[in-house]
């Protein structure tokens, strides 16, 4: 079945820890996102990737870190720098860069807790 | 900049009543995406709907039904007939026209619960 993963569903992290979140797709999708939910708010962006070994930056990019090597993959690092990282991660990708308005597909999420 | 708002923070009714999801957006964009995701306990975000702002047709699926206005910059969900399985947060959010879709805007959400 096609469809996006992300891995593990629970994550824990130590202070002064780099984290790694897991997001992979099988739907051939070109786009690929991040998004951070904080608990009774909306999904806020921290990155962005249209293409392979390209990404940007989105609203809250500060403390993480990104890379696209290959489509179907792009995993998050959460660094110690984010110093409020506990939150809810969803990973998302649409299917065409070259049409807007393209529906955005979210993976099950991954809940990172700080210890 | 653009903007989506959801007042209603949470909402319970008994099973079988109708209920009806607000959402207000602001764009400065003439062209413009709207789309409503339901967050089920499990997490996961499940689309429901993508509507472009050229299309003001009201749209039912089953149970569910949108009443899009942009005079009034609001598109509205509505469940007929709800169901204990409808109970969920549900979001909409907004996408400017632009390759890649790169932003999503979302609101904070309406936390709906259904009473058996």
């Known amino acids: 079945d096609g469809g996006i993963t992300q891995s593990p569903k629970y994550l824990f992290r130590k202070e002064g820890q780099n984290v790694t979140l897991s997001c992979e797709q099988n739907l051939n999708h070109d786009a690929m996102y991040w998004y951070r939910q904080d608990p009774g708010q909306g999904l806020r962006l921290i990155y962005y990737s249209q293409i392979v070994n390209d990404f940007q930056k989105g609203d809250i990019a500060e403390g993480y870190s990104v890379s696209r090597e290959k489509k179907e993959s792009f995993p998050l690092t959460v660094t110690s720098a984010q110093k409020n990282p506990t939150a809810f991660y969803l990973c998302?990708?649409?299917?065409?860069?070259?049409?807007?308005?393209?529906?955005?597909?979210f993976g099950p999420g991954t809940r990172l807790l700080v210890l | 900049a653009q903007k989506v708002t959801q007042a209603q923070t949470e909402i319970s009714v008994v099973e079988k009543e109708d209920v009806t999801l607000d959402c207000v957006y602001e764009t400065r964009d003439t062209t413009y995406y709207l789309f409503w995701y339901k967050q089920p306990p499990s997490g996961e975000l499940v689309f429901l709907i993508r509507r472009n702002s050229f299309d003001e047709q009201n749209e039912i699926s089953g149970r569910y039904s949108w009443n899009f206005q942009k005079s009034t910059s609001s598109f509205n969900f509505t469940i007929t007939a709800s169901q204990v399985v409808d109970s969920a947060v549900y979001f909409c959010?907004?996408?400017?026209?632009?390759?890649?879709?790169?932003?999503?805007?979302f609101g904070t959400g309406t936390r709906l619960t259904i009473i058996p």
């Open positions: 998302a990708s649409s299917q065409d860069v070259m049409v807007a308005g393209e529906t955005q597909y």
């Open positions: 959010a907004l996408s400017e026209a632009g390759f890649g879709n790169e932003k999503l805007t």
